[in-house]
C-alpha cells in the first residue's frame, strides 16, 4: 500500500532533466513517510515539556523514527519547535508538529523553517482537510508560498521541481478526535493531499462518551471504521493515545495494513516512569540499611 498523497505531476517525464536530479539531490528525506511507504511501522517521541535538540538526539540513539513535537498543549514557541526541526533534520528523525489550531500562519512557518509534518487537531470535516492541505501543499496541491528552506537546504535550482521535492516529504494529517469527524472520516480520507489521517484516540474516546474506556468495543469499531475509510482512499493511518495498550495497537495494526505511525511515548511519562523507577530503588536501599 502507497498513501495516494498526489504529486505536481508525473516525475517520471524529467528525471533525466539535470536540474531535476541537483534539486532532488538537495532534499531532506522524510524518513517517517518513507517507512510508511515501506511497509513499516513508524513512532515518535513526543514532546511537550522538554525542548531542546538534545532530547531528538537521544531519540534518534534509541531508534524512533520521528519525534512529535505538540504545540497544542505546550507553552514552547514556534521558534523553539523551529530550532528542533532543523536539528532533526541533520541527524535523521523526522520532526513531525500539532499545531494549535488550522491556520495558515502556524502551518506555513513551520513548514517554511523545518517541519517535515503537519498534524491539525480537531478536524471534522473535508472542507477543514481541504484548508489544511491549501496550507501545507504547494501548487497544483495546496497554495503553499515558496521560499528557501531547511529541507532544501535553502537551495532553488528550480522553482517547480522543488514544488514537487517538498510536497512529496511533507506529511499531511488531518486529526480525528471528535464525534464529527468520525462521521466525516471516509469524506475527509478522500481529500487530495491528505497523507494520513491521525487519530486522537483518548480524546475522540471522551468525545463518544466513553472517556478512559479503552477497551471499549465502541471506541475499537470506531478506530475501524476510521482504517477502513484510509484503506478506500489509500491513505495512511496513524495512532495516538494508544500507547499504554500496545495489545490494541498491534490488533489494529493486524487486521488493517493501513496503520503505519503510532505515538510511542512522551516526555511526561518516560520522565515519571524513570523517576518513580529510581526511587523505589533508592527507597529499597534506605529500608535495608
Known amino acids: 500500500m502507497t498513501a495516494a498523497n498526489g504529486t505536481n505531476g508525473d516525475s517520471s517525464k524529467f528525471a533525466e532533466d539535470p536540474l531535476y536530479q541537483q534539486t532532488m539531490s538537495f532534499i531532506r528525506p522524510n524518513w517517517l513517510k518513507e517507512k510508511m511507504e515501506e511497509g513499516g511501522l513508524g513512532f515518535s517521541f513526543g514532546m511537550s515539556m522538554t525542548f531542546s535538540p538534545d532530547v531528538a538526539q537521544l531519540a534518534k540513539v534509541a531508534g524512533y523514527t520521528a519525534v512529535l513535537i505538540n504545540m497544542e498543549h505546550c507553552r514552547a514557541g514556534i521558534q ?35 517541519v517535515q509534518g503537519i498534524i491539525v487537531p480537531r478536524t471534522g470535516t473535508a472542507a477543514m482537510a481541504k484548508e489544511l492541505v491549501k496550507y501545507s501543499k504547494f501548487r497544483p496541491l495546496g497554495e503553499r508560498p515558496l521560499t528557501f528552506t531547511p529541507q532544501m537546504q535553502y537551495q532553488l535550482p528550480h522553482a517547480e521541481y522543488a514544488k514537487i521535492a517538498q510536497n512529496n516529504t511533507t506529511l499531511t494529517m488531518p486529526m480525528i478526535e471528535t464525534v464529527e469527524g468520525l462521521e466525516n472520516c471516509e469524506e475527509i480520507a478522500a481529500v487530495e493531499g491528505v497523507d ?94
Not at 500539532?98 to 506555513?108: A, K
Not at 495512511?236 to 505515538?263: H, S, W
Not at 510511542?264 to 523507577?277: C, H, K, L
Open 80 to 114: 523553539t519547535a523551529c530550532d528542533i526541526a532543523c536539528a532533526c533534520l541533520n541527524i535523521g528523525i523526522s520532526p513531525i508538529c500539532v499545531v494549535p489550531s488550522l491556520q495558515s500562519d502556524w502551518i506555513s512557518r513551520l513548514l517554511d523553517n523545518g
Open 196 to 289: 494520513a489521517i491521525f487519530v486522537g484516540a483518548w480524546d475522540l474516546a471522551d468525545d463518544m462518551g466513553i472517556g478512559g474506556q479503552r477497551d471499549s468495543p465502541v471506541l475499537y469499531e470506531a478506530l475501524s471504521k476510521i482504517c477502513r475509510a484510509a484503506m478506500k482512499y489509500g491513505k495512511f493511518v496513524g495512532l495516538g493515545g494508544l500507547e499504554p495498550r500496545p495489545d490494541i495497537i498491534a490488533r489494529l495494526r493486524k487486521e488493517y495494513d493501513c496503520v503505519r505511525y503510532v505515538m510511542a511515548g512522551r516526555d511526561t511519562s518516560v520522565f515519571q516512569a524513570g523517576m518513580a523507577a529510581q526511587v523505589k530503588t533508592i527507597k529499597e536501599i534506605e529500608a535495608s540499611s
